[in-house]
């Protein structure tokens, strides 16, 4: 299967908000609502930021939120920090058990 | 609930190599245990999921056949396995429990190194 197609990336200014997109098809992203979210900062594993479209884990503050409509899933964040600059990914069910991740999108704070 | 994995690993083309991932803090057979490859510079790629209660294994298709998952729940631990490296299989690979697709937590990443 194809990775997500996510743009590689994007950029926000302090208090800002910014959406990052998670292309797919009726396939993954479209057909189920098992989508998620990471972070992940340079040199460090990953950490889950939105689960299973829009949930968020225990932690994870609520300026960080998800959604879906047809085979885009996004994710904004909101009131943008400096410590929101990493890589985000996005993931998703894709039948027969097989999960697939998107290509990451850099997210550069001005 | 935490995730260790094994150390940085230097292999030659050809080798052989079980890395490991040691769970804790929730419990082991509950909870399906997934594998992610990220090449150097580049970006997440699913490779497989183990259920530790049955061993029930799940690959992704561009992995069947090149690495083996496999558990011993009688010390929480989850490997992953190579028959014969190659220079390719050069990345860091992490695990994490999941469930329904989401990831959480993660473990710190092994980066395996083939070269000869």
């Known amino acids: 299967q194809s990775a997500l197609t996510q743009p590689p990336s994007t950029s926000g200014s302090p208090g800002q908000s910014v959406t990052i997109s998670c292309t797919g098809t009726s396939s993954d992203v479209g057909g189920y609502n098992y989508v998620s979210w990471y972070r992940q900062y340079p040199g460090k594993a990953p950490r889950l930021m939105i689960y299973?479209?829009?949930k968020r884990p225990s932690g994870v503050p609520d300026r960080f939120s998800g959604s879906k409509s047809g085979n885009t899933a996004s994710l904004t964040v909101s009131g943008l920090q400096a410590a929101d600059e990493a890589d985000y990914y996005c993931?998703?069910?894709?039948?027969?058990?097989?999960?697939?991740f998107g290509g990451g999108t850099k997210l550069t704070v001005l | 609930v935490l995730l260790v994995q094994s150390g940085a690993e230097v292999k030659k083309p050809g080798e052989s190599l079980k890395i490991s991932c040691k769970a804790s803090g929730y419990i082991f057979t509950n909870y399906w245990i997934g594998w992610v490859r990220q090449m150097p510079g580049k970006g997440l790629e699913w490779m497989g999921i183990?259920?530790?209660?049955?061993?029930?294994?799940r690959y992704s298709p561009s992995f069947q056949g090149q690495v083996t998952i496999s558990v011993d729940k009688s010390i929480t631990t989850a490997y992953l396995h190579w028959n014969n490296l190659k220079p390719s299989d050069t990345a860091i690979y992490y695990c994490?429990?999941?469930?329904?697709?989401?990831?959480?937590?993660w473990g710190q990443g092994t980066l395996v190194t083939v070269s000869s």
């Open positions: 299973e479209v829009n």
């Open positions: 183990i259920y530790p209660g049955d061993s029930d294994t």
């Open positions: 994490a429990r999941t469930a329904k697709g989401w990831l959480d937590p």
């Open positions: 993931s998703s069910y894709a039948g027969s058990d097989n999960w697939v």
